[in-house]
């Protein structure tokens, strides 16, 4: 589904992703992983056309999207929540889901009776997204600003799953959560996953993804030094001594 060969991203004489090769095959949760300045967010805007390689290519459904903007990413099916929360704190929830919608929404914005209808059936699959990800449908027409962080992480996905699509990068997708709002969003995750949507997430929070991921690639200094099973990738001496740390398989820092 996904393959990247050689990818590449430097910023001078910094190599902030060297020659990075992986796949993420179809219905599959693949947990990107590694210390501070490893490159994993680099590499979420270099599959996701935020920011541009400089070398190496990307493949998605067999097609080459090394060159491809973010919208036209997004527009193949790929798409994507940010570190931080990239809400539009201002508008209520239904609205940042009808915000999202209309990138997909391609038809004529001049046909007024198309344009209703439109937006009828955007309002419609925002409430069964809301659904879904577990907001309470009192909220869609509430501020964003009235979620808790919990449920604005959830808003993050529910925009990312508008327009259906066959793969989600989700960047620390969990931050600000306790640990039982953890528990419901790994049930979330396997929820995406069941549809049938690949997932690439970066995450830090190694419990969660010992229970959702198929795999997990490790970066350290911009190059992958281990992609496997989680309960192998754990007991990895490299890894151990690269990211998780003397005696510490229960927490990573990401």
């Known amino acids: 589904m996904l393959e990247l060969t050689d990818v590449s991203k430097h ?3 910094i190599k902030a992703v060297d020659k990075v090769s ?7 949760v693949v947990g990107l992983i590694g210390p501070n300045g490893s490159g994993k967010t680099t590499m979420m805007d270099l599959i996701s056309g935020h920011t541009p ?4 290519h990307i ?36 609205e940042n889901l009808s915000i999202a919608s209309h990138l997909e929404d391609k038809r004529s914005l001049f046909n007024v009776t198309t344009r209703k209808q439109s937006q009828l ?59 039982g709002e953890r528990d419901d969003f790994q049930h979330l995750l396997l929820k995406i996953k069941n549809r049938g949507i690949s997932i690439l997430i ?3 929070h190694m419990r969660l993804l010992s229970k959702i991921c198929d795999r997990m690639v490790v970066l350290n200094f911009g190059k992958v030094i281990a992609d496997d099973k989680p309960e192998i990738v754990q007991r990895d001496p490299v890894v151990v001594e690269a990211y998780l740390g003397r005696g510490s398989a229960a927490h990573a820092h990401g």
């Open 202 to 204: 970066v995450e830090h």
């Open 121 to 179: 059936n955007i309002e419609h699959k925002s409430l069964e997204l809301l659904e879904f990800v577990g907001i309470d449908s009192a909220y869609a027409d509430r501020s964003v600003s009235e979620l808790s962080t919990a449920d604005q992480r959830r808003l993050m996905v529910a925009m990312a799953m508008v327009g259906d699509p066959a793969f989600i990068l989700l960047d620390e997708p969990s931050a600000g959560m306790i640990v």
């Open 22 to 28: 992986f796949k993420v095959y179809p219905n599959e």
């Open 59 to 94: 493949v998605f459904n067999g097609q080459d999207i090394t060159r491809h903007n973010a919208t036209k990413i997004a527009r193949a099916g790929i798409r994507r929540t940010f570190q931080t929360t990239s809400l539009f704190k201002d508008c209520t929830v239904l």
């Open 53 to 56: 390689l400089t070398s190496g």
């Open 11 to 13: 910023y001078g004489g």
